[in-house]
Every structure is written in structure tokens, then in C-alpha cells.
């Protein structure tokens, strides 16, 4: 094979591709996102369908605060990454544990909210077409997000053993796109459930 | 694969034992040897499937046959077509293009061999629970059913009231974990493809089988997820009393139809685009030409990508949509046979003028345009909704898709088994038994399929166990039958092939074919690290530069 002339030398240096742990990011997320839509379908296509039950409107309260806590978790997550690009780890550590702390923030208020729901409401999962769809979507939401802090707590215990520098920012870069997919499907799940649904 | 016995003056060095060579084959993630592990996987459950399609004809030799009864015949076809969509068509269409891939750009593997042996392991584990159910599953009729609801699993027909017990279950397990696995595999070829090319290899010098896995594995990434996301749904229903499918509560079944259709008809695509890729490397080669069109292929197979999208709901025809749906489902059905007949037209125009040499894998490739030429037509046919509602749920239905699935994509396997095994394995195999195969199977494929049409046009409907006599059906039914036989005896030829000629067959060098693309510029089978220094293309037939230094393609790209 090194029989084959190089026609182009200066082929070799200039030879960039894209990197290949964004590419494969944005492929689960796009994967991911198809998963989303299809429940987002069925959330629309069932709304005010169901016989019986609670309707959003008597029970659904717009978690403001919780959206907020979500949302800022992705400015901190971002600001951490661009930090630690720069090696300033003390200063990464520091907003990724807000990161962390904003993200656990949420699904707490997601577990409250579910707590009031079926105890108070009495709505569950088998109790209506609401109930069905309302859970599935924002569970599967939820879900996520669990899993994204896992990812994160990861990194946050081998940051705090030293062992996060410069040479991972790549990584975190990587992690850091799966948190804004995630923040940006509850927006549409927001805007679905709490906005157009009722 | 390469021989581990070493001499060296006076001492030897023995072979590793075959538990040590077991756990290299469990542990790897080489992706030449995920590769041929697919494939293997993939050629086994499509025997097993095809004894389940024998079961099925037998039972359907001649009317009121009692070979089986009505409960094992569900399962026989439930389990038909589950094992030869999710577990032996995908799994060989996957191991080719894992194996193939990073040969053809230049790689020295895919961009993530860990993930890659995952995919393979949890695709594997998925087929194998699958088959545990006949053991494992309880349903109405007692301990050890396999799935008997069709490979569409339609509702209500799942709800935990029609569907008790855990046959469904399996089913719905098994392809959901055997569809993460596709999916990382997607991701894998995607980013393989856009990452780590070799230098000079531009996309537009790419081969087409690189470009159309990435169309393909693109596809994968949006077309099984919307199934995934259904059986989620259903999981729902019947374990956690869910209502997404269940008419009681509001719900509509036809949601499920939808959805699964979403899946389904891209992923006929899915399967279909890698043969596409198969051909596009073979016919070339054997017609001594290069590919017809090589920008315009792309284009098409791009195209056929996205409208794949957008036809689904011609499965569902007879559901009662609006005429307006029907319409539009009828019009893009319709349209996606433009771009699908412009690649025929291609490949024809490949051939045309050029010095064809007929061995074993070009005659499969003319089998496949020949074949996949009439099902598009009969498909054409079904687009039109008013004729669909006379032919749906009939045997013209199972006869048309036949003939895409076998006629199209089994040939087009064979094709590629044959064009690539003296590459895997380093040996050729026999022509003599590669021709016996062919025509074996071609007569038994076309006495089959093409007489299907016939009992479907007479009205003879699909899924049932067995049939009136005096119907018109009898005798069509027979022969069908005993063209699967026929089929059954030319694939125990052709694994009789694999395995003579991978102990007998003459030895291959590096480019027994005289072809191209950069996987034939290695030996036979290539190295662990596949190239020894990272090669630099200037065109798209890098191999016929180096052998015509005095008239390479570079020139005129």
C-alpha cells in the first residue's frame, strides 16, 4: 500500500474531519429526539380525549421555578466546559456541581409534583388517557435527565479526585451537548403539556 | 484467522487452544471479526427461519391439511417474520457493513469498536430470548408459546385481555433490545463514515457501499426509534395499565398501526439500501466498467431515503382513512419508484458495453435486477389505494414483498457472500456448487413467488392456516410448496459451499476479482490492523490507479 504515490502531499496536513464524539452525540440525539416526538404524538393526538378522570386544567401547575432551576443548569454546564478548556479546574468544579445541584433541583420538584398528583388528585398512570400519556412523556423525560446527572455526578467524582483536567475537556464537551438535548426537550415538553395541552 | 503456527529454526511454536481462540472471538472488537459474527449469527437464523417457512408451506400443501395446528401455525409465522426482518436480514446487512466500511475508507476500525461489540451482543441476546420463548413464554394454551401475533403486533390483539401470558412480551423485549443495538450500530457507521476517512478520500470519491450505510444508518437512527417508542407504549399498557391502545378508555388502536408503519415501511428500506450498496460494488467489477452515474446514485438513494418517510401509511389502506390520506400515501408511494428505477437504470447502463463475466456473484446481481424490477412494479401496483383494498391482507401482498425479500435482498446476500468470502476468509469458493445453488434457487423462487401472485388475485387471504378446496387454490398452493422445497435444497447447497470451500477452496490473493476499492489492496484475510500505513487516494478506483499508473482515474475526476 505505501506503493500508492501521494498525488496531494499537502493533502496529508490540511486532512481535517469533523470530531467524531460530536458526530456520534448528535446522531443519539437525533435518535433520541424521534423517540420524544412519538410520545409528544400521542400526548397531542390524546389530548382532551380522555372519558373520565382529572383534565390538566384541574390538576397541571405550571413548574416555573423547577423550568427555571433546568434551564440555568444548562447556562452553568456550558460555562464549566468553557472553563475547563481553559484548565481552570477549581472554577469548572465549582459550576459543575451547580450544574449538578440544579438538575437534582428539578427532578425533585418533578417527584413533588408527582407526589401531589397522585395522592391528592388521584392521578395515575391507569387512570386516564391523561394520566397515560402526561406520565410516559414526562417520565421518559425524567428518565433522561436521571441519566445525565449519573453522567455527571461521574465526572464530578473523578474531578474531585483530581483526575479532570484540561486533557477531558473534549469529554465534557461531549456530555455537556446530551445536557442541553435534554433541557431542550423539556422546553417542548413544557410548551406541550403545560402550555398548548390545557 | 491467519495461520498462529510459527517455525523458527528447530522450535514451534503450538496453536492456541480452541478455548483461547473462543474467548478472542467473545471478547473482540475488531470489526472484521464483529463482522463475520453477524454474518455467521445472521446465516443461522435465517436457516432456522426458513424451517419455519417449510412448516408453513407444508401446512399449506393442500387444503384442510393437518400438519399443524391453527396455534403453532401463528407462531410459525409470527416467529417467520420476526427472525428473518430483526435477526437474520439485519445482522448480515450489518456485518457486511461492518466489516466493509472501514476497509473501503481507509480506517483501521470503526470510530467506536467498544460500542460496536455491544450492538452486536445485545442484537444477539435479542434473537436468542426471542427463541427462549418457546420454552419460556406461557400463553393461553399452556407452558411455551412463541409469539403469536403477527410481526406487526397489531392492538388490541397485544392488550394483556387478548394476549395473555408473556409470548407478547418476548417479542416486544427482543426486538426492542435488538433495536438499541441497531441503533448504536447506526451511530457507529455514521461516525465512522464522517471521521475516518483516509486522507484524499473525499465523499464524493467515497465507494457507493460507504455512501449508501450512511444514508442507511441515517435512516436507522430516525426509523427504529418511532418502534421503540411504541413498544415503550405498549410495555406501558400491559404492565403498568396504560391506555395508549386501549379503544375502552378513548384510547386508539390505530395509533399502534401508525406507529409501527413509521417503523416498518422505512426499515423495508433499511434493508434494501445495503443490497443496493452490494450491487453497486459488484456489477461494476463484472462488468469491467465503472458505476453509471456515480453522483445521480447517490442522489436517488438520498431521496429514497427521505420519501421512505413519508409513505408508511400505505400499509394502512384498508383502516378507513380519509381520501385525503389515501390520496397523498398513494401519490408518495408512487413517487418513490422514480429515484428506485433511475438506480435500476444505472446499474443496466453499468453493464451496458461492458465485458460482463458471469460468475456466481454477477449472476445473483442480474437475478436481483431482474427481480426487484418486478416487485417495485407489483408494489406500484398496491400503491393505488382502490386496487389495495381488493389486495390487502391477500396473498398478492405476501407474494409482492416476497419477492422484494427474497428476489431482492436474499439474492443480493448471496451476491455479496460469494463476492466477498475469498476477502474473509482467504479461500475462493466453488463455482461448480455456486452455480448448482443459483439456479436451484432462482427456479425454486420463481415457481413459488411468482405463482403467488395468483391465489392472491383469487382471493385467498393472508395468515390463515389452511383453506377450502375447490377455491381455484389447490394446485398453485402445491406448487408454491414445492418451490420451497427447492429453495430449502439449493441453501443446503450453498452452506455445503461455505464450508467445503473454506477447508478445499483454492487459495485467494489479495484481489481474486480484479476490483477497485481499497479492501482488495490487503491480503486475504486482511491483518488485525488492517493497512500497514494509512492510504492516500487521488480517485474514486484507488486500486486502478496503482495498476494503470499510466491512465489513472484521478485524470479525469
Not at chain 1, 111 to 128: A, F, M, P, Q
Request: hydrophobic share 50%.
Amino acid at each position: 500500500m505505501s506503493a500508492i504515490a501521494n498525488p496531494f502531499p499537502q493533502a496529508s496536513a490540511s486532512w481535517r474531519l469533523p470530531d467524531r464524539g460530536k458526530i456520534a452525540m448528535s446522531c443519539l440525539i437525533l435518535a433520541e429526539s424521534a423517540i420524544f416526538t412519538i410520545f409528544v404524538v400521542a400526548y397531542l393526538f390524546y389530548v382532551g380525549k380522555s372519558l373520565s378522570g382529572p383534565t390538566p386544567r384541574d390538576v397541571l401547575e405550571t413548574p416555573i421555578f423547577y423550568t427555571i432551576c433546568l434551564l440555568s443548569s444548562s447556562l452553568t454546564i456550558h460555562l464549566a466546559a468553557k472553563l475547563l478548556v481553559r484548565d481552570k479546574v477549581g472554577s469548572f468544579l465549582f459550576l459543575w456541581l451547580l450544574t449538578f445541584a440544579l438538575g437534582g433541583l428539578f427532578l425533585y420538584g418533578t417527584g413533588k409534583e408527582w407526589h401531589k398528583l397522585i395522592y391528592v388528585d388521584g392521578l395515575t398512570i391507569s387512570t386516564n388517557l391523561f394520566g397515560t400519556t402526561y406520565y410516559s412523556l414526562v417520565g421518559l423525560h425524567a428518565f433522561h435527565v436521571t441519566v445525565g446527572l449519573f453522567m455527571i455526578l461521574i465526572v464530578a467524582i473523578c474531578a474531585l479526585a483530581g483526575r479532570v483536567g484540561v486533557e477531558q475537556a473534549h469529554r465534557v464537551e461531549v456530555l455537556s451537548m446530551y445536557w442541553h438535548f435534554v433541557d431542550v426537550v423539556w422546553v417542548v415538553v413544557f410548551t406541550v403539556v403545560y402550555v398548548v395541552g390545557r | 484467522m491467519s495461520s498462529n503456527v510459527i517455525t523458527v529454526s528447530g522450535m514451534q511454536i503450538e496453536e492456541r487452544p480452541w478455548l483461547d481462540a473462543l474467548q478472542r472471538w467473545l471478547t473482540t472488537v475488531d470489526h472484521k471479526r464483529l463482522g463475520i459474527l453477524y454474518i455467521a449469527y445472521g446465516l443461522s437464523f435465517l436457516l432456522v427461519a426458513g424451517v419455519e417457512a417449510v412448516i408453513i408451506r407444508i401446512q399449506l400443501m393442500r387444503p384442510h391439511n393437518n400438519f399443524v395446528s391453527p396455534q403453532v401455525f401463528n407462531r410459525m409465522f409470527t416467529m417467520h417474520s420476526t427472525t428473518m426482518v430483526f435477526f437474520a436480514a439485519m445482522p448480515i446487512l450489518f456485518g457486511f457493513s461492518n466489516y466493509l466500511v472501514p476497509l473501503m475508507i481507509g480506517a483501521r476500525d470503526m470510530a467506536f469498536p467498544r460500542l460496536n461489540a455491544f450492538s452486536f451482543w445485545l442484537s444477539a441476546l435479542g434473537g436468542l430470548l426471542l427463541y427462549f420463548s418457546f420454552i419460556g413464554g406461557s400463553g393461553l394454551y399452556g407452558a411455551g408459546s412463541a409469539p403469536d401475533v403477527g410481526w406487526w403486533a397489531y392492538a388490541p390483539l397485544t392488550a394483556r385481555a387478548f394476549s395473555p401470558g408473556h409470548s407478547t412480551d418476548y417479542w416486544t423485549l427482543s426486538v426492542l433490545v435488538s433495536g438499541f443495538g441497531t441503533v448504536g450500530t447506526g451511530i457507529n457507521i455514521i461516525a465512522t463514515i464522517l471521521c475516518m476517512r483516509c486522507p484524499g478520500m473525499t465523499l464524493n470519491r467515497m465507494p457507493l457501499l460507504a455512501w449508501l450505510n450512511l444514508v442507511m444508518a441515517g435512516m436507522v437512527l430516525i426509523a427504529i426509534t418511532p418502534l421503540s417508542a411504541a413498544q415503550i407504549m405498549l410495555l406501558v399498557d400491559r404492565y403498568l395499565g396504560g391506555h395508549f391502545f386501549d379503544a375502552q378508555a378513548g384510547g386508539a388502536p390505530v395509533l399502534w398501526m401508525h406507529f409501527f408503519w413509521i417503523f416498518g415501511h422505512p426499515e423495508v428500506y433499511i434493508l434494501i439500501i445495503p443490497c443496493f450498496a452490494f450491487m453497486s460494488e459488484i456489477i461494476p467489477v463484472f462488468s469491467r466498467k465503472p458505476i453509471f452515474g456515480y453522483p445521480v446514485m447517490v442522489a436517488a438513494t438520498v431521496c429514497i431515503g427521505f420519501i421512505s418517510m413519508s409513505v408508511w401509511a400505505h400499509h394502512m389502506f384498508t383502516v378507513g382513512m380519509s381520501s385525503y390520506a389515501n390520496s397523498f400515501f398513494t401519490f408518495t408511494t408512487m413517487v418513490i419508484g422514480v429515484p428506485t428505477g433511475i438506480k435500476i437504470f444505472n446499474w443496466l447502463g453499468t453493464m451496458w458495453g461492458g465485458r460482463l463475466q458471469f460468475k456466481v456473484p454477477m449472476l445473483f446481481c442480474i437475478g436481483f435486477l431482474f427481480q426487484f424490477l418486478i416487485a417495485g412494479l407489483t408494489g406500484i401496483m398496491l400503491a393505488c389505494a382502490a386496487f389495495g383494498w381488493q389486495l390487502s391482507l391477500s396473498y398478492f401482498v405476501v407474494a409482492h414483498f416476497h419477492y422484494t425479500l427474497v428476489g431482492g435482498v436474499v439474492f443480493a446476500i448471496f451476491a455479496a457472500i460469494y463476492y466477498w468470502y475469498p476477502k474473509m476468509t482467504g479461500r475462493m469458493t466453488s463455482e461448480r456448487l455456486g452455480k448448482w445453488h443459483f439456479w436451484l434457487f432462482l427456479i425454486g423462487f420463481h415457481l413459488t413467488f411468482d405463482l403467488m401472485h395468483f391465489p392472491g388475485m383469487l382471493g385467498m387471504p393472508r395468515r390463515i392456516y389452511t383453506y377450502e378446496p375447490g377455491r381455484g387454490w389447490d394446485m398453485f398452493n402445491f406448487l408454491i410448496s414445492i418451490g420451497a422445497f427447492i429453495q430449502a435444497i439449493a441453501v443446503l447447497v450453498f452452506v455445503a459451499n461455505l464450508v467445503i470451500s473454506y477447508f478445499k477452496g483454492d487459495k485467494a490473493g489479495n484481489d481474486p476479482w480484479d476490483a477497485w476499492t481499497l479492501e482488495w489492496s490487503v491480503s486475504s484475510p486482511p491483518p488485525e490492523y488492517n493497512f500497514a500505513s494509512i492510504p492516500t487516494v487521488a480517485s474514486r478506483r484507488p486500486l486502478w490507479d496503482l495498476k494503470h499508473p499510466e491512465d489513472p482515474d484521478s485524470r479525469y475526476e
